[in-house]
């Protein structure tokens, strides 16, 4: 209701006083979004006609920036890994028997060649078109086991502007992590499909004609060195770059004690030894754990199986789209 009032009030408006109340009515829906809750479909079909109404009212600022992954790759500090393998686009069933089945961890490429995101989200207009005048969390700080990290809500265009368009950022890295954007803002998803690859179950043989309800696709967006460290999730993965590229580092969980989990509750998926930079006096059982690595370019998707280890670094801007199931 308090977002229709602020629509009404925005007719009869200055185009100014018409853009803050657009804005404020904006910001209320995306509130209430991310809070969660009953009115999500009423609140994402508000935004969307706000969005809308906003664009036609703002002036647009163009920005000639294309996200290409740079042409080198820097020097790497800490452990090196054994190379993930890298297969193009096999089969469902090789996937779940070779990989799926046995909890291995692979890079797929070839597989999203035709998802409208490679090339539509190498454009910073374009997703300033969608997404631009929408609240987004922003994660402040270098990673999130550091003291000095914090999360922060902020505008979509404020946080390309401060963190992703500048060489760097003179206080703090900002990341738009595991956010669920394309709940917020469904035509994102129009971009990008859910790879067949999710249907794999450890219930039941693969069935191509199911639905799966229950992937939860979160997007990654951010400037070069953004670090996730190194920790788990407890389900299936496939962590997809769409653009930029990542360093990605993974352990088997049956090295979990090596890897000295953090004992508070809400770390314990956490690990204390940090493998860009690992000391071996504090943490002597983790000299010479096995490794893997790859770098993940953009169209490749990396299989990350429940509970395995893994530390994650961008070495350009990088946007990349999760599936968990
Ligand atoms: O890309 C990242 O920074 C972390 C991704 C991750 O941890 C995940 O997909 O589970």
Request: glycine share 4%; aromatic share 10%.
């Amino acid at each position: 209701m308090m977002v229709l009032a602020k629509i009404k009030l925005s007719l009869e408006l200055t185009n100014q006083e018409r853009i803050c109340k657009l804005s404020e009515a904006l910001k209320a829906a995306d509130h209430g979004l991310l809070l969660g809750g009953e009115l999500r479909n009423e609140l994402t079909k508000t935004a969307e006609i706000l969005t809308l109404q906003l664009s036609k009212c703002n002036s647009k600022k163009i920005f000639d920036n294309i996200l290409e992954p740079s042409s080198s790759l820097p020097e790497f500090c800490g452990i090196r890994g054994d190379l993930i393998p890298v297969l193009s686009c096999p089969s469902l069933e090789t996937f779940y028997s070779d990989y799926f089945k046995p909890r291995k961890p692979v890079v797929l490429k070839d597989c999203i060649n035709h998802w409208p995101a490679l090339s539509k989200w190498k454009d910073i207009n374009y997703l300033l078109t969608k997404a631009g005048e929408r609240t987004v969390p922003v994660e402040l700080g270098s990673k999130y086991d550091d003291s000095e990290w914090s999360q922060k809500l902020m505008n979509f265009r404020q946080f390309v502007e401060q963190h992703i368009l500048v060489t760097k950022n003179k206080n703090e890295t900002g990341y738009l992590a595991q956010h669920q954007l394309f709940l917020q803002i469904p035509e994102l998803k129009e971009d990008i499909r859910e790879p067949e690859f999710c249907c794999c179950s450890d219930l039941k043989e693969t069935n191509l004609n199911e639905e799966n309800e229950d992937v939860d696709i979160n997007a990654w967006f951010g400037p070069a060195g953004t670090v996730s460290p190194l920790h788990f999730d407890p389900k299936h993965n496939l962590l997809t770059q769409i653009v930029g590229r990542k360093r990605i580092i993974l352990y088997d969980p049956k090295y979990s004690d090596r890897l000295r989990p953090y004992e508070t509750k809400l770390l314990n998926n956490t690990a204390q030894v940090d493998p860009e930079s690992p000391d071996y006096n504090k943490f002597s059982g983790y000299k010479d754990t096995p490794a893997l690595e790859t770098i993940l370019n953009p169209g490749e998707m990396l299989y990350i199986p429940p509970t395995w280890w893994h530390h994650v670094r961008s070495l350009d801007i990088s946007f990349s789209v999760s599936f968990w199931w």
